[in-house]
């Protein structure tokens, strides 16, 4: 609750907010950033040329700075009082004028847009100043503070200096101001990322923008109105809108960070401008594809890159994240999951280049089928994996003759981590996880390479496992070679559960 008449300290989100979650400032904040990028995204349509990708790209990088870094800012720390409410109003204020400076005919735009883009760090050195003398984060706050303030001086100092040199500036004053977070690695374990409210707050940012790219669609649908084939074109748009989202919030969305610190985070977190970037640009690409006026016209070169690049760029970031978390999805491989998503990228990059001459429909077809055919591959792959599994147990059960008392009274007991230690140590993805029935240890199956659920077994002498896959109810006893199918109802109905 704010305290609408005192001024409030700001405090570590870690020792406040277990569960990290968004607050309504910061989706307040996400809806006016994603209007800026509507902005770049129309600007994008009216010039779909190399030159406007390019001014597209790298306003669109200053824009999703800005947010990225005050997004971090709000992940470490826990403050909403009047001071830091009128801080980020301020930005998002400054945020809207870049947008309006990018696209609005200028003879000085760059003076205005580094002006705007000043105005908008401003706030932020502001935010990092009154957490200064916080107890654990001073210099962590203190070198940001210094990077932004030199970053903001840069782009002043640019002013001064004529186009295109001007420009050169800008770059390096964001190369510092990037650079940042790996230099600042070492002084982060004071103040460590919330790796929960990270998760959501850029989940929350990539969806508002995949939803505003079919926003975009629909809009030049409803201008230009409806007809067969903008219905058969628009349909299979929309597919491919479905299947990216499957593509990140199935997997990326609700996985967790390997272990590595910066050395996770920060590509994580960087591999999210191309993508949310991609998701922007596929939104142009299809407003230009979907008023194709015949199945049978050519598309025009330049619409067909960006849509294709766009698919590409958006599967590619995906690949990166997945290389940095592990999957919730056990029954699916990182090296299958990277795999499909860099394939399917590069097959549709090829169809720009050996079907630009095609037919529209046969096109767009051939690229909505592989974008989605990833994702097809990877549930066969998971369906085959998880039967093979379910066959496996089911042998194992049937061939067990061992009787163990120790099963018939084996209490309910808590998993004491979400997921295999070990396997996250390794870089490796389990099969199916087992809990210890003793003490709560959680551990793959022997269908995963490290066997750590039996390696547990091994170095501490607990003999009982049980399944914690859904709708799994056995448990086993590895002395006595035993299974007891109904473990699990069993141990409910006596209502005897043992906690970590």
Known sequence: MMALTKWQPPVLRHSVDDEGDVVWLELYFDLIFVAALIQL??????????????????????????????????????????????????????????????????????????????????????????????????????????????????????????????????????????????????????????????????????IIVLGESFVKVLSELA????????????????????????????????????????GRLLPWVYSHLPLTMALTALGVGGKKLVTVEAFGADIKDSYLWLYAGAIAAALAATAILDLVTVSPHFAVGLRMRVTLRLAAAVLVLLVPL??????????????TVITVLQIAVELVAATKAEKRIDQVVAEHISSSSGVCERLLTAPLIEPNTENCLHCEEKGGVPVELRVCLECGHVGCCDDTEGQHARAHFTDSGHTLIASIQPGATWAYCFVHDAVLEDWRTTASAGGDTARS
């Open 223 to 262: 201008s230009k109105g409806v007809s067969i084939e903008s219905q058969v074109f628009g349909t299979l748009l929309f597919i491919v809108g479905a299947a990216l989202w499957w593509t990140y919030f199935d997997d990326v969305a609700d996985s967790t960070l390997r272990p590595g610190g910066a």
């Open 41 to 206: 995204g129309d600007q994008l349509a009216d010039n779909v040329s190399w030159d406007g990708v390019f001014r597209f790209a790298a306003v669109f990088t200053l824009l999703w700075w800005v947010w990225t870094g005050t997004t971090a800012f709000m992940n470490r720390f826990a403050v909403d009082d009047i001071t830091h409410r009128v801080l980020v109003f301020a930005q998002m204020f400054m945020v809207g004028n870049m947008a309006l400076v990018a696209v609005s005919p200028l003879d000085d735009r760059s003076v205005w847009m580094a002006m705007a883009y000043v105005g908008a760090r401003i706030p932020m050195i502001a935010m990092y100043f009154r957490v200064r003398h916080k107890p654990g984060s001073s210099r962590l706050t203190e070198f940001y503070r210094w990077v932004f303030t030199i970053g903001a001086g840069i782009w002043l100092v640019s002013l001064l200096v004529p186009t295109p040199f001007r420009y050169f500036l800008w770059a390096a004053a964001l190369a510092i101001e990037f650079a940042a977070p790996l230099v600042a690695a070492r002084k982060m374990s004071a103040t460590p990322a919330h790796e929960e409210h990270f998760r959501e707050r850029y989940a929350l940012f990539t």
């Open 354 to 367: 050996f079907m630009a001459d095609g037919a529209a429909l046969m096109v767009v077809s051939v690229i």
